[in-house]
């Protein structure tokens, strides 16, 4: 009986995830919103707003910080999403290579990183719920 409980629940996430009436496809539709599609996605992640280390995500989107008004047909206004982070400037990636090339950390079996965190830890997430109390 439990592993039939295990199928059922496997064969419900598989059909949350594609056919006419997955989350993507509702999205696409314009059925759900974008907040509504990015945490479902979350949840179906295993993220949740009880976990500071499982928090909810979301992608980074702007690249414009200077404009008094965002032009929303401008794609220099969105960031591109086919890059981390850190390689959205030619400045950004430049820092990030100097420290993976210049990773020096005699006496440890550390190896050189690009990143020195991971996006999503408690202490961000407990940093950003603090800014918005």
Do not use: C
């Amino acid at each position: 009986q439990g592993r039939s409980a295990n199928v059922e629940q496997a064969t419900g996430l598989f059909s949350s995830l594609i056919g006419e009436t997955s989350v993507t496809q509702r999205w696409v539709r314009g059925e759900i919103s974008n907040f509504q599609y990015l945490m479902s996605l979350n949840t179906l992640a295993g993220r949740s707003y009880n976990d500071l280390m499982q928090y909810p995500v979301f992608p980074w989107i702007l690249a414009d910080y200077d404009s008094e008004e965002l032009d929303l047909t401008n794609p220099k206004t969105f960031r591109d999403l086919s890059k981390p982070m850190g390689a959205q400037t030619s400045q950004r990636l430049d820092q990030f290579k100097k420290r993976f090339r210049d990773w020096d950390d005699a006496g440890t079996d550390s190896p050189p990183y690009h990143y020195g965190t991971h996006y999503s830890s408690a202490m961000i997430v407990s940093s950003y719920l603090v800014r918005t109390e």
